[in-house]
């Protein structure tokens, strides 16, 4: 919507330059993380997840890195392309036992702005 | 959009007046949720449903209502009672437990519906 992002920060990255995204999650005990990508008029889409058990995750020129000791996320964009310019939220969650109903805790965003 | 259809797009409410979004997904998901979305902000959840006939409270549900009478519907109620509603909700859904480790994996979004104040 054209209200979501006023007061985002803002990412600006040459076209096919690599992005870096970073997140810091709140909670120690969350166990799961998942980016999200958001185009202006749209819900957000899934790009990618990684558990705690793990550090790092590939996907289609995405890469997440997650670092426990800080509670650090990261989404790196390899080759940005235009079609890349969007909102990217990263979600937490807890493990199921804990979790109050099983939802996602999100963060506030940062906008990807590819300059061509 | 995944299969789930929001509408309306846009919306106003007057003052003292109840407003109802709509939600429908023909994913066949058991799961569905409401987010609502402000400014510089990450999405916060005001109720989710795991199954029919059953929901639950999110984080900010004071001033909304949800029913599920239907596994293809969900649809919100704001209500004369949310004093600041102007905001960007968001409806999702998520496949049954057997494909997703837990139920609140891989959320799919519908496009979402801009509520304003007159």
């Known amino acids: 919507g054209e209200s979501v992002g006023l007061h985002l920060p803002t990412l600006s990255v040459q076209e096919g330059d690599n992005s870096i995204i970073n997140c810091a999650y709140s909670?120690?005990?969350?166990?799961?993380f998942i980016w999200y990508k958001q185009e202006s008029g749209k819900g957000p889409q899934f790009i990618i997840d990684?558990?705690?058990?793990?550090d790092k995750r590939q996907g289609q020129r995405v890469t997440v890195l997650l670092n426990k000791t800080v509670k650090h996320l990261s989404l790196q964009i390899a080759a940005t392309q235009p079609g890349d310019s969007a909102v990217y939220f990263c979600?937490?969650?807890?493990?199921?036992?804990?979790?109050?109903?099983?939802?996602?805790?999100f963060g506030g965003g940062t906008r990807v702005l590819v300059k061509p | 959009d995944g299969g789930i259809t929001q509408s309306p797009k846009y919306l106003f409410r007057k003052e003292g007046q109840n407003v109802t979004l709509s939600c429908e997904q023909n994913?066949?998901?058991?799961?569905m949720y409401w987010y609502r979305q402000d400014p510089g902000q990450g999405l916060r959840l005001i109720y989710y449903?795991?199954?029919?006939?059953?929901?639950q409270k999110g984080d900010i549900a004071e001033g909304y209502s949800v029913s599920r009478e239907k596994k293809e519907s969900f649809p919100l109620t704001v209500t004369s009672a949310q004093k600041n509603p102007t905001a960007f909700y968001l409806c999702?859904?998520?496949?049954?437990?057997?494909?997703?480790?837990?139920?609140?994996?891989?959320?799919?979004f519908g496009s979402g519906t801009q509520l304003s104040v007159l």
């Open positions: 999702a859904s998520s496949p049954p437990p057997g494909t997703a480790r837990r139920v609140n994996e891989k959320l799919f």
């Open positions: 909670n120690s005990a969350s166990d799961y």
């Open positions: 990684i558990r705690s058990n793990m």
């Open positions: 979600a937490e969650s807890l493990p199921m036992i804990k979790a109050a109903g099983n939802k996602l805790t």
């Open positions: 994913l066949n998901h058991d799961a």
């Open positions: 449903s795991q199954i029919v006939n059953d929901f």
